[in-house]
């Protein structure tokens, strides 16, 4: 598979699990966001951050359903999501 299908793949992966969480847990992200600010984006951001640093330096480390893979894809959605805050703070949405 190419690069350019494989990325289109991903964003529908990380779109649908978006989509999952919130039915099932509500928008807790984007109400964090309004009560804490930038700060709770960057604590959710860096608590995926060093969860991708830990398994980096220990690969034979096995947490389920907490791959790296899972873990730069939960990376990749919640820097989105602060994006989405971002924007809507800005009233650009």
Not at 62 to 87: F, G, H, K, P
Request: hydrophobic letters at 30%; a negative charge; charged letters at 25%.
């Amino acid at each position: 598979m190419d690069r350019i299908t494989m990325h289109k793949e991903l964003c529908t992966y990380i779109h649908e699990t978006y989509k999952q969480k919130n039915q099932a847990y509500g928008d807790s992200f984007g109400k964090s966001f309004q009560d804490w600010g930038i700060t709770s984006a960057a604590v959710r951001i860096s608590d995926k951050y060093n969860r991708f640093v830990n398994l980096s330096k220990n690969p034979t480390v096995n947490v389920r359903d907490e791959s790296m893979i899972d873990t730069l894809l939960d990376l990749a959605n919640y820097c989105i999501m602060t994006v989405i805050e971002l924007e809507k703070q800005n009233g650009d949405n």
